[in-house]
Antibody, heavy 123, light 110 residues
Framework: EVQLLESGGGLVQPGGSLRLSCAAS????????MNWVRQAPGKGLEWVST????????YYADSVKGRFSISRDNSKKTVSLQMNSLRADDTAVYYC????????????????WGQGTLVTVSS | QSVLTQPPSVSGTPGQRVTISCSGG????????VNWYQQLPGTAPKLLIS???QRPSGVPDRFSGSSSGTSASLAISGLQSEDEADYYC???????????FGTGTKVTVL
């Protein structure tokens, strides 16, 4: 059974930093790209970042580019999101999600999601 | 703001068929496959339809997806009370080099 467990959320002041982690199990972690998606309170889903299976490629939403950094440790089966220069509009539940299949980005899918971790940016 | 546009809400009575539209552009739906996600109240999103029209294991065949040109749609036939949820379309966008979600549609069962 695929399981994704996020951790690291909490309250942080504007301008501060936070590091989220996601522990994966139930599949061959090193074969799949991993992702972060967020959802602000009462709002829709927003893709944040993707890292390829080997970590050779990373992708970021314009809203976080230059402030957030995604990484992975295939030996520990974890993916992380380092968030710097946090702003109030970064307040959201952050979900870790597994890419559904390998191959080109044409068929990009997120097939399993964690339960999310809440990040609140406020003074 | 999202590049994929959905109606904010749709509603129907039990047993009815409802459809949700998703309008995009040439760099997303026009080029790449569309996925649909269901988010029940207070829970994480769940993959409902992949690659335009493929149902993952366990998804009832009441749910179906289609895509044509720069638009896609999700149909729910035989609407049930447990289908009350938010639904999101999504696709990779080649211009943005990122994954884009639709604005989301709330389905209400009357």
């Amino acid at each position: 059974e695929v399981q994704l467990l996020e951790s690291g959320g909490g309250l942080v002041q504007p301008g501060g930093s936070l590091r989220l982690s996601c522990a994966a199990s139930g599949f061959t972690f090193s074969n799949y790209a991993m992702n972060w998606v967020r959802q602000a309170p009462g709002k829709g889903l927003e893709w944040v970042s993707t890292i390829s299976s080997s970590a050779a490629s990373t992708y970021y939403a314009d809203s976080v580019k230059g402030r957030f950094s995604i990484s992975r440790d295939n030996s520990k089966k974890t993916v992380s999101l380092q968030m710097n220069s946090l702003r109030a509009d970064d307040t959201a539940v952050y979900y870790c999600a597994k890419r559904g299949q390998r191959g080109t980005l044409t068929t990009f899918t997120l097939d399993y999601w964690g339960q999310g971790t809440l990040v609140t940016v406020s003074s | 703001q999202s590049v994929l546009t959905q109606p904010p809400s749709v509603s129907g009575t039990p047993g009815q068929r409802v459809t949700i539209s998703c309008s995009g552009g040439s760099s997303n739906i026009g080029t790449n496959t569309v996925n649909w996600y269901q988010q029940l109240p207070g829970t994480a999103p769940k993959l409902l339809i992949s690659s335009n029209d493929q149902r993952p294991s366990g998804v009832p065949d009441r749910f179906s997806g289609s895509s044509s040109g720069t638009s896609a749609s999700l149909a729910i036939s035989g609407l049930q009370s447990e289908d009350e949820a938010d639904y999101y379309c999504a696709a990779w966008d080649d211009s943005l080099n990122g994954y884009v979600f639709g604005t989301g549609t709330k389905v209400t069962v009357l």
